[in-house]
């Protein structure tokens, strides 16, 4: 099945959706370095898509701040992502508005779908026919894919935990450190492997502490978060 792989280049594709007929990464890259994410969704008036749609919305000031932009994708139409967008807004206890911080693509030939491999096999609708995926493509501002996740249409995704890789891959993408398990902003950072003893004294002035271990090797090296 077709899809993406880590480094490959977003797809150059226009798309109608709730905020017009839009080229998604368009902006991607020009002007101030911009992030993008694009999530897909089995389909619309669906119970997990609802909530997760609901929890992006809350936090798309989040994302907001860190210079990423969103977009969802359901196979549905743009009337009904419009009538939807009430039911979101309402399950997050807001007005029943149509409008959402972020467009849904309407994908209803299910062409991007297949094209960027978000088909779940295992998830068929009434028809027989795959739903898509809950997939996250992360992209850079060189429009090149960071990160890839890919749920099941049975599963829900947690955003707060998107939110947390895309605050890595940010500072990882600038500064030449690695976020170790569990990591969240704000906590220690291991330097990377590659980059010398003296070399990380100079770039981390806060200073470089290693962890004793049996086998002697000196490559869990910690450093405060740089700014």
Request: proline share 10%; charged share 25%.
């Given at each position: 099945?077709p899809?993406?792989?880590?480094?490959?280049?977003?797809?150059?594709?226009?798309?109608?959706?709730?905020?017009?007929?839009?080229?998604?990464?368009?902006?991607?890259?020009?002007?101030a370095?911009?992030?993008?994410?694009?999530f897909?969704?089995?389909?619309?008036?669906?119970?997990?898509?609802?909530?997760?749609?609901?929890?992006?919305?809350?936090?798309?000031?989040?994302?907001?701040?860190?210079?990423?932009?969103?977009?969802?994708?359901?196979?549905?139409?743009?009337?009904?992502?419009?009538?939807?967008?009430?039911?979101?807004?309402a399950?997050?206890?807001?007005?029943?508005?149509?409008?959402?911080?972020?467009?849904?693509?309407?994908?209803?030939?299910?062409?991007?779908?297949?094209?960027?491999?978000?088909?779940?096999?295992?998830?068929?609708?009434?028809?027989?026919?795959?739903?898509?995926?809950?997939?996250?493509?992360?992209?850079?501002?060189?429009?090149k894919?960071?990160?890839?996740?890919?749920?099941?249409?049975?599963?829900?995704?947690?955003?707060?935990?998107?939110?947390?890789?895309?605050?890595?891959?940010?500072?990882?993408?600038?500064?030449?450190v690695?976020?170790?398990?569990?990591?969240?902003?704000?906590d220690?950072?291991?330097?990377v492997?590659?980059?010398?003893?003296?070399?990380a004294?100079?770039?981390?002035?806060?200073?470089?502490?290693?962890?004793?271990?049996?086998?002697?090797?000196?490559?869990?090296?910690y450093?405060?978060?740089?700014?």
């Open positions: 099945m899809g993406l792989l880590l480094g490959d280049e977003a797809p150059n594709f226009e798309a109608d959706t709730t905020q017009g007929r839009i080229p998604p990464w368009g902006r991607i890259g020009n002007g370095p911009r992030w993008g994410i694009l897909s969704h089995p389909r619309d008036f669906t119970p997990v898509c609802t909530t997760e749609l609901g929890r992006a919305a809350k936090l798309a000031s989040e994302f907001s701040k860190r210079n990423v932009k969103m977009i969802a994708l359901s196979i549905d139409s743009v009337q009904d992502h419009m009538c939807w967008s009430k039911d979101i807004n399950y997050n206890g807001g007005q029943p508005e149509e409008k959402l911080p972020f467009p849904i693509i309407a994908d209803v030939n299910r062409e991007l779908a297949v094209k960027l491999g978000m088909l779940d096999p295992d998830e068929r609708d009434k028809d027989g026919i795959p739903l898509t995926a809950r997939v996250v493509f992360v992209f850079g501002p060189d429009k894919l960071k990160l890839s996740i890919l749920y099941p249409a049975t599963t829900g995704r947690n955003f707060d935990e998107i939110l947390r890789v895309v605050d890595s891959l940010q500072l990882t993408a600038y500064k030449k690695a976020t170790p398990v569990d990591w969240k902003p704000g220690s950072v291991m330097v492997p590659t980059l010398p003893d003296e070399e004294k100079k770039l981390f002035p806060k200073g470089v502490f290693t962890k004793d271990l049996p086998s002697g090797k000196k490559y869990l090296r450093t405060p978060q740089p700014e």
